[in-house]
């Protein structure tokens, strides 16, 4: 197979990169790729891995920590599929971890509670979802689905999400997944599934400076005096014994805090640890035991713990911390084991060495590519993931050079021995000049919390009127900031161009935020996050000058990691090949050659103690002003579509109904653009449907005008299209893994404002479906118009007699009247849908008439002779039964007319009340729940449902499910109250 490229053109730096993943992949090898922003390094990746990957029986595993990323690939995958359809298929498998693929409710719990439960549930049968379906998986690899339409897929057809993503690997051509899939022992499942070795695998390591920090976080562990006592108080109710032990292990630490000195850090030995909880354990009157053997009897008790408490219970639970704790610090891995002791005493350990656990499996894999936009040096990252003889390059910037300039500072610094407040106050003014300058938005990333916070005061203390008048402009990130808090940030700096937002570097804001459409235009680095010299950072230190000499350990575990964190933040301005800004360095240091020569070469560095004038003058360049003004236009298009959706969107009625199926993907378009990034796609369908109020209250969206407007139709009807859309490119995955939501995409936006007729597959065989019933149903299917039964006594013009013959033919067994009356009104009746008769194609067709009238019209049909009442003779049912005659039958066999009048206007009884003093008791107790939940009133009931109730006078939770607007959750909420009003009602009128 060969596939070619994607997109029409090849990016500068891209065909570089091309060409050096082709030949790793021919000669076998490690590929570190230092790939700046914008060079399209994961179409230049998996294009030539994958022809390589199907033509060579190898399987490629791109591993990525964002499921942005995720979808990324996906589109990718997608594209050249597309632009390769005369050659052989491919498949694809998207997976993330399988708490978060889980559709059950236990998924929302802590992990080993999930876990337990889970593997519980499968071993006695309980979860419905834990099965296989050879055509779900066939589905799977036959169509590139984004893991969370995988989910959705698999959900809807009650299979486990992450079971069949496995089963689909052994298959599979590219799994998409997280770093834990590969470096952990998830790996061994992956090979076994695939009938696969390590040599048969192509590794695409995508952010790939993420992974050494992500493999020593996989081993490491706190242990502190409280979770020990936490633990006991656990066990002491299911196990005196291991109560006892926890005691004893807890006077052993007691005594170990006596040996060692107060508020210092020191080095322990693992065996230190292990030896004297080995002691204790044996010392134990008649219940000794091994370290080992105690570990095993606290997962026993985990367990029952687990099964006690899987209901109620979603934190981790102290004894399976402790069981971490303690199963991890056996490890003879090389470790930084330190005692602490400020405010609490704690016993810590972190892996020191990355490699030990990443080194043989890139070795081992037939390939590998590791890329990054901040892969640098790319030396460093071969050193300390172990990637011996690598193909190591750095990139050029596909970016114009000219379009950023880079300044540092002469006089400012935060080195330790120079703080105070009058460095404090120089760097708070340079800020503002810089400010000025520039005269736009600017980010500033600090070290730390505490420094950003000091500075930030120097603003509103200013004895200069012009620094303490920006105080009101300066946006400070917090510790722990949501993504709905961070969008908030984000759209301020759209909404008023001339913000100061402060950071810190390596935080959510300096990583996990893109400023699009150049909202900054200049990027401030305060001061050098070199880590403070913990007893931590210094065993690194020690470690890797041992491991690779004085002069590279001292980078290796010291300077680069800070360097890091500045190239991360500094890079947050300039977003695309037309962005323009400044880098501003802040800190004289940065100019020291051992520090200098730690940044990307494509920084041209100006040191300066005038940063605001030469800001000032790259601000007036004429391309730089183009620029901007380009990308001005950009954001105030995208409000002005926002804007202009809202002013053209059609002011619905308060019933707010949408019957023309052909509104309905420009009204799901709509809906997400209100509630863009905020909702799932169930929370979407809910909407839409009316039927998840609280949801939309949870979002503080509770005046939406989509609040019900597609009533009328199937929850699943709906689901499929939002699916079709987003599989067209109208929406848009968005939000985290275990959260995610949806949005709208440049496409779907470009459609609302345009009004396009959006052709979707789900909406014809909706229409389809109402065409063929359209001699069936009292309305026209495709407007919604009554068929005319305009006066009391007139016939029914469609052959509404007929169908319910055929009804009877289909059903199978003889029916009642109330049987046959609850199918065709579309009753929700559980009996029905436990029986799947609500899949009839009769189900419903008569929804416009009320129970009684149908069944006026059977006895009609009845008494013409089509129908005979008599007892059932094979059952033993109480109640006469419903059968068709032979005349019944030629009518049906003969398709004849069969004439029937109906009593009312279907039109007028579905627009005017009989009881109009019943309706504006019902209008008047809706307003007031309205006014409770804080809602618009067609969003409890809508108009059509309160005539439809004061017409009907339901008296039972019973009656009150045959009225269209009335599901389970309505009933279960508001059907007391709407019972209790019709009963003082007619007890009013009795009396009158």
């Known amino acids: 197979m060969n596939l070619l490229f994607p997109f029409s053109e090849i990016r500068n730096g891209q065909k570089e990169l091309i060409e050096d993943i082709k030949t790793v992949l021919e000669t076998g090898g490690t590929l570190i790729a230092h790939a700046p922003t914008g060079i399209g390094k994961t179409a230049a990746a998996i294009t030539p891995a994958l022809e390589y990957a199907v033509n060579n029986d190898k399987i490629i595993l791109f591993l990525t920590s964002k499921q942005s990323q995720h979808k990324i690939v996906i589109d990718t995958l997608r594209l050249i599929k597309d632009k390769n359809k005369n050659n052989d298929s491919f498949s694809v498998v998207d997976i993330i971890s399988k708490q978060a693929m889980c559709p059950r409710d236990i998924a929302q719990g802590y992990y080993t509670l999930f876990n337990e439960q889970c593997i519980h549930d499968q071993k006695t049968r309980k979860c419905r979802y834990f099965r296989s379906d050879k055509n779900i998986t066939n589905h799977i690899l036959m169509n590139i689905m984004h893991v969370e339409e995988l989910k959705d897929f698999c959900t809807r057809n009650v299979i486990c999400p992450h079971k069949a993503a496995i089963d689909a690997i052994s298959e599979t051509n590219i799994i998409i997944c997280d770093y834990n899939y590969v470096f952990s022992d998830i790996f061994e499942t992956v090979l076994e599934k695939t009938h696969k070795s390590v040599s048969d695998m192509i590794l695409i390591i995508d952010e790939a400076h993420n992974l050494p920090d992500r493999l020593r976080g996989q081993l490491s562990g706190e242990l502190t005096m409280n979770l020990i006592e936490e633990t006991a108080k656990e066990i002491n109710a299911i196990d005196k014994k291991l109560y006892r032990h926890l005691k004893g292990i807890g006077r052993f630490f007691d005594d170990f805090i006596r040996r060692m000195p107060a508020n210092t850090e020191k080095n322990i030995n693992r065996e230190n640890i292990i030896d004297g909880i080995e002691q204790v354990l044996q010392e134990a009157l008649g219940d000794s035991m091994s370290y080992i053997e105690f570990v095993g009897a606290l997962k026993d008790a985990e367990a029952g713990l687990v099964e006690k408490e899987k209901h109620n219970k979603k934190e981790m639970s102290s004894v399976t911390s402790l069981i971490d704790f303690l199963e991890k610090w056996t490890t003879q891995l090389p470790c930084s084991r330190i005692y602490k002791n400020e405010n609490t005493p704690q016993l810590s350990f972190r892996l020191l060495d990355p490699s030990v656990l990443s080194g043989d499996i890139i070795s081992n894999a037939h390939a590998t590519i590791m890329m990054s936009g901040t892969l640098y040096p790319v030396?460093?990252?071969?050193?300390?993931?172990?990637?011996?003889?690598?193909?190591?390059?750095?990139?050029?910037?596909?970016?114009?050079?000219?379009?950023?300039?880079?300044?540092?500072?002469?006089?400012?610094?935060?080195?330790?021995?120079?703080?105070?407040?009058?460095?404090?106050?120089?760097?708070?003014?340079?800020?503002?000049?810089?400010?000025?300058?520039?005269?736009?938005?600017?980010?500033?990333?600090?070290?730390?919390?505490?420094?950003?916070?000091?500075?930030?005061?120097?603003?509103?203390?200013?004895?200069?009127?012009?620094?303490?008048?920006?105080?009101?402009?300066?946006?400070?990130?917090?510790?722990?900031?949501?993504?709905?808090?961070?969008?908030?940030?984000?759209?301020?700096?759209?909404?008023?161009?001339?913000?100061?937002?402060?950071g810190v570097q390596s935080g959510s804001l300096s990583e996990g935020v893109d400023y699009r459409n150049n909202i900054l235009r200049a990027v401030l680095i305060v001061g050098l996050p070199l880590s403070p010299p913990t007893l931590e950072v210094k065993n690194l230190l020690d470690y890797y000058i041992k491991k690779f000499g004085r002069e590279k350990g001292k980078l290796y575990g010291h300077i680069y990691p800070a360097i890091s964190k500045v190239i991360q933040a500094a890079g947050r301005g300039i977003r695309s090949e037309n962005d323009v800004g400044a880098i501003v360095l802040m800190d004289y240091r940065f100019n020291y050659w051992k520090y200098k020569k730690c940044l990307p070469p494509d920084y041209e560095i100006h040191f300066t103690d005038e940063a605001e004038k030469l800001c000032r003058e790259f601000f007036s360049k004429p391309f730089v002003l183009k620029a901007i003004e380009d990308a001005k236009k950009k954001i105030i298009e995208e409000e002005d579509l926002q804007t202009s959706i809202k002013i053209k969107s059609e002011v619905w009625e308060e019933t707010g109904l949408i019957e023309d199926k052909g509104m309905i993907p420009l009204t799901v378009l709509k809906c997400v653009l209100e509630f863009s990034e905020k909702s799932d796609k169930n929370e979407i369908v809910g909407i839409l449907t009316g039927s998840e109020v609280k949801t939309i209250g949870e979002h503080s969206c509770t005046k939406s005008k989509y609040c019900g407007v597609l009533e009328n139709f199937k929850t699943n009807d709906i689901m499929d299209v939002i699916d079709e859309l987003m599989q067209k490119m109208y929406l848009e995955r968005a939000g985290e893994p275990l959260y995610p939501t949806v949005k709208i995409s440049k496409t779907g936006k470009a459609a609302v404002l345009k009004k396009e007729k959006i052709e979707i597959d789900k909406i014809k065989t909706i229409s389809e479906k109402l065409s063929e019933t359209k001699n069936i149903l009292p309305e026209e299917a495709s407007c919604g118009e009554a068929t005319k039964i305009s006066k009391d006594g007139e016939k029914v013009k469609d052959n509404t007699g007929l169908k319910m013959l055929g009804l009877i033919n289909t059903l199978g067994f003889p029916a009642g009247r109330s049987l046959l009356a609850d199918i065709l009104t579309g009753s929700k009746s559980k009996k029905l849908i436990n029986q799947n008769i609500d899949k009839s194609e009769y189900y419903g067709i008569l929804k416009r008439y009320t129970r009684d009238e149908v069944i006026i019209i059977i006895d009609q049909?009845?008494?013409?002779?089509?129908?005979?009442?008599?007892q059932s003779e094979t059952t033993n049912f109480p109640r006469p039964l419903l059968y068709m005659t032979v005349l019944g039958k030629n009518a049906l066999d003969n398709n004849e007319q069969i004439e029937v009048k109906l009593q009312a206007n279907i039109k007028d009884r579905n627009s005017v009340s009989k009881n109009p003093e019943l309706l504006k008791e019902l209008k008047f107790w809706r307003k007031m729940v309205a006014d409770e939940e804080n809602l618009p009133p067609y969003c409890i009931f809508h108009d059509k449902t309160l005539i439809e109730i004061s017409n009907n006078l339901p008296s039972t939770k019973e009656n009150l499910m045959n009225i269209r607007g009335f599901g389970e959750k309505k009933i279960k909420k508001y059907s007391d109250a709407v019972l209790e009003i019709i009963k003082i009602y007619k007890s009013n009128e009795t009396k009158l």
Request: hydrophobic residues 35%; charged residues 30%.
């Open 379 to 502: 030396e460093m990252y071969a050193d300390i993931l172990g990637a011996k003889h690598s193909l190591l390059k750095q990139y050029k910037s596909p970016f114009p050079s000219e379009n950023k300039i880079v300044l540092v500072t002469e006089k400012l610094t935060t080195l330790y021995t120079e703080r105070n407040d009058s460095m404090y106050i120089d760097i708070a003014e340079k800020i503002s000049k810089v400010h000025d300058a520039v005269k736009g938005n600017i980010a500033v990333f600090f070290p730390s919390y505490l420094l950003m916070e000091e500075i930030s005061k120097k603003f509103e203390s200013s004895n200069d009127f012009k620094i303490r008048d920006k105080t009101d402009n300066i946006l400070l990130e917090n510790r722990h900031m949501s993504k709905s808090a961070k969008d908030e940030l984000y759209r301020e700096l759209k909404i008023n161009s001339n913000k100061i937002l402060m």
């Open 861 to 870: 049909i009845t008494d013409k002779g089509y129908l005979i009442v008599k």
